[in-house]
């Protein structure tokens, strides 16, 4: 078939895939798409507690409970609302197309730059009659080797070139300044490569550890033990800092000790523990305050109201209305047995709970908030246990339980405090301190360097010989350095030059701001 007659074939997909990638428009709108999720994930993180799989756990059912969620409201946390925003398939997605259009654009501009900063090109066309070029004639011989030196001891690279009646130099420096852009490409994709790394392979959960208390760190033989947490307060009373101080072992050897600060994190072996939070020990307090009526009014002991041990199953006690006429408080700590005054009983604390709810398992903790603190009390008469009986700080007149029928009644509470560490690993973080460097250098090239382009055209004129000079790239010379008028259009190597090479009649022929 004659090749005029032939159809036109199409591009192949992988070129215009790489056309489409290598796009600044399309990376500007990827960059845009990925502002407008991170701003979405922000909001979901603060305004939406529960979410994705999170929507499922008894607090989240409570939660739903209290504000009349819908069921479609639910399916749609459940199904459309990531658990971690930053970590969804769609965020990752535009993170690899930002990284695949990088790439494109940096393999698309590289050659190109690399070309252009170390190459000595030929002088544009109608460079040396442009409005660049500085020409003057001089009767003094110009030296090629001569000139070449006073161009390499200012760190140019010199290319020359013999012509007709004369010779052609060429010369540059400062090239690297090209290479900046793409440097600056280059560190941003290692950004974006860094961070797709840590949003897909990274991890990050809370614990929330007392005072004493210890755990094993997933996936490591080692444990950290928290020793002490502290909240520190300013001159106002408001939080300054909290401070976990904490140890780190692998079975019985001691390997890092150091106090967790706010924006002071411990890290070891790829992973970093950070002071994210602290709360009420939900289930474990300092101690708690009850208050007894020692009163006695000759009444023979009250018996109990209720029986047997499954106090739940029976309805409340009615109502202590009458006011102590003696009360006295009583502070118990937990594992700690007390004796009640003026009776044959002594009390300990079973159980607490910062937040009771009763469902159908039993009481049990409603939330990590001190909606309805409560305690259930142990009481024994000498040794045996004589019952049992949950009392409650908002409601302390309704005491429920087995226990004896005692003036007793929960005042307060002293919270013993847990402290929150996030426990996050950073498989990424190379990446991200490479591209750090590598845009640190391209921006270095692109703005502290200055890529200069020299070309000098040497040519015999009868007994004397003409000079041209198109110096790109430079500025002009200091004002101080000046002393005739033209000599504040030209640069300090063309002022150098002519000085050496003394132009006839004193001046140039030909400068950047006009004709002599």
């Not at 020409?135 to 001569?146: H, I, N, V, Y």
């Not at 706010?262 to 009850?290: C, E, W």
């Not at 499954?310 to 502070?331: C, I, Y």
């Not at 259009?489 to 003394?502: D, P």
Request: proline share 7%.
């Amino acid at each position: 078939m004659p090749e005029a007659q032939r159809p036109e074939r199409g591009r192949h997909p992988v070129g215009m895939l790489y056309d489409l990638l290598s796009d600044t428009s399309f990376a500007i709108a990827v960059i845009i798409a990925l502002a407008v999720a991170s701003i979405l994930g922000v909001i979901i993180v603060d305004q939406i507690p529960f979410r994705g799989d999170m929507v499922h756990v008894p607090v989240a059912q409570a939660y739903f409970a209290e504000r009349g969620t819908s069921n479609v409201q639910i399916w749609i946390l459940e199904t459309l609302v990531p658990e971690r925003p930053f970590r969804c398939t769609l965020f990752r997605t535009l993170l690899a197309l930002l990284s695949l259009s990088l790439l494109a654009c940096t393999i698309k501009r590289w050659r190109g730059q690399w070309r252009r900063a170390f190459s000595h090109p030929d002088p544009a066309a109608g460079a040396w009659e442009g409005a660049a070029a500085v020409a003057w004639a001089t009767t003094s011989p110009p030296d090629e080797g001569e000139m070449s030196s006073l161009l390499r001891r200012q760190r140019f690279r010199i290319r020359t070139r013999r012509a007709e009646g004369g010779f052609d130099l060429a010369a540059t420096r400062g090239g690297l300044a090209r290479l900046g852009p793409g440097f600056t490409h280059l560190g941003f994709l290692f950004l974006v490569v860094g961070g797709l790394w840590m949003a897909s392979a990274g991890s990050s959960h809370m614990l929330w550890l007392s005072p004493g208390q210890e755990i094993a760190i997933p996936e490591t033989a080692l444990r950290l033990e928290v020793v002490d947490f502290r909240i520190d307060l300013n001159d106002r009373g408001q939080i300054a800092d909290y401070v976990s101080s904490v140890r780190l072992w692998r079975d019985s050897t001691e390997v890092r000790s150091m106090s967790i600060e706010v924006n002071k994190p411990l890290r070891h072996q790829g992973r970093s523990f950070y002071q994210a939070s602290y709360r009420q020990d939900p289930t474990h307090p300092r101690s708690i305050t009850m208050v007894f009526d020692t009163a006695t009014d000759g009444r023979p002991e009250r018996a109990p109201r209720m029986s047997g041990t499954d106090a739940m199953s029976r309805p409340l006690h009615a109502v202590m209305d009458e006011p102590f006429a003696n009360p006295v408080s009583l502070q118990l700590s937990p594992g700690e047995r007390l004796a009640l005054p003026d009776t044959p009983y002594s009390a300990e604390i079973d159980t607490f709970f910062i937040d009771f709810r009763v469902e159908a398992g039993g009481p049990t903790l409603g939330s990590l908030e001190p909606r309805n603190p409560a305690v259930l009390l142990s009481f024994f008469a000498a040794d045996t246990l004589a019952g049992q009986t949950w009392y409650f700080a908002l409601h302390p007149d309704m005491p429920v339980g087995s226990g004896p029928d005692l003036p007793l009644r929960f005042s307060t509470y002293d919270p013993r405090y847990q402290t929150g560490l996030e426990l996050a690993t950073h498989p990424g973080s190379g990446w991200i301190w490479a591209g750090f460097a590598v845009m640190t250098l391209g921006t270095l090239l692109s703005f502290l360097l200055r890529h200069e382009r020299v070309h000098v055209r040497c040519r015999r004129a009868g007994e004397a010989w003409e000079l041209c000079l198109v110096h790109t790239g430079a500025s002009t010379q200091e004002p101080a350095r000046v002393t005739e008028t033209w000599e504040a259009a030209i640069t300090s190597l063309a002022a150098r030059l002519l000085r050496r090479w003394a132009p006839v009649g004193g001046a140039p022929t030909r400068w950047p701001q006009g004709e002599s």
